[in-house]
């Protein structure tokens, strides 16, 4: 599909990546951008229509739907990191909040927008995943679930939307330079360049995109997961517990 003349909207437009999709989307001629944010008052850019929505609320989910009936190009850009291990945690909050913001909270949108994207034509679906949906690093061990059941998720709604016409786009990335990343002393891509690519897939009709050169070889990899992946992560995962390894984790 071509994304001029397209009707849009992001999640988590506010800030970060998706206020970046936001504004490539309005250059690239979509004819209407809903930005949807927590704080609608956060979505500032020229040419984006401001829509309030928190996508773990299914009230607010179905009034998006409801009210953005003629989107065709949905962008699930939003998500949640909470830094947060499986064991050493103190609780389950960042489990829980990550699944029902990056699964679950995804999943109610693409479920909400399905029909709409059917009625306007089949359109395409984009879902912003991570490298972490392919291995786990436990420094960000919950959030690697999150984004590995919202990488399955995706894998299964890409076949059930094959038949109305939606291309449903999974983008894998490593660090991008946005709040989430803040932290991280490592190479970053800038969402600039991962919003180009994802826009350039769907153009082409392309289901993945694999955003930086790190994203790509870990893939190549995962065959050879428990050789290449893992040791690494082990080493570093040992060395942070002695207190000699700064963060590392991907995003
Ligand atoms: N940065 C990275 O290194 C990296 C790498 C790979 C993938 N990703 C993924 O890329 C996407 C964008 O992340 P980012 O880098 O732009 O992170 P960010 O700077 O932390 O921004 C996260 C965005 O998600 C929104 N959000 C969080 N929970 C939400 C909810 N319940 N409802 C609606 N919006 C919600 C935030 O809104 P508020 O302003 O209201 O908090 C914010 O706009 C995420 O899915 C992330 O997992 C990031």
Not at 196 to 211: K, R, Y
């Amino acid at each position: 599909m071509q994304i001029e003349g397209s009707v849009a909207l992001v999640t988590g437009a506010g800030r970060g990546l998706g206020r970046v999709f936001a504004r490539d989307l309005v250059s690239r001629g979509a004819a209407t951008v809903y930005g949807a944010a927590r704080d609608a008052a956060a979505v500032t850019q020229p040419g984006v229509t401001p829509v309030m929505l928190d996508i773990t609320d299914p009230d607010q989910v179905a009034q998006a739907a409801a009210r953005c009936a003629d989107v065709d190009l949905l962008v699930n850009n939003a998500g949640v990191l909470a830094a947060s291990t499986f064991i050493g945690a103190p609780s389950l909050d960042a489990v829980r909040l990550e699944m029902e913001t990056n699964y679950v909270g995804t999943l109610s949108m693409c479920r909400a927008f399905a029909p709409v994207l059917a009625a306007n034509g089949g359109g395409a679906l984009i879902n912003m995943l991570s490298i972490v949906s392919w291995f786990t690093n436990p420094v960000n061990g919950s959030y690697s679930a999150s984004k590995a059941a919202e990488w399955a998720m995706t894998n299964g709604v890409r076949i059930e939307l094959a038949r109305q016409g939606t291309l449903v786009v999974g983008v894998h990335a490593g660090f991008i330079d946005t709040d989430m990343a803040a932290g991280i002393d490592a190479p970053k891509i800038s969402p600039d360049m991962v919003a180009q690519q994802v826009f350039d897939a769907v153009e082409a009709g392309e289901i993945e995109v694999l955003a930086d050169e790190r994203t790509r070889r870990v893939k190549e990899s995962l065959p050879r997961d428990h050789e290449l992946i893992y040791p690494p992560l082990q080493a570093a995962w040992d060395g942070r517990a002695a207190g000699i390894a700064g963060r590392t984790a991907e995003h």
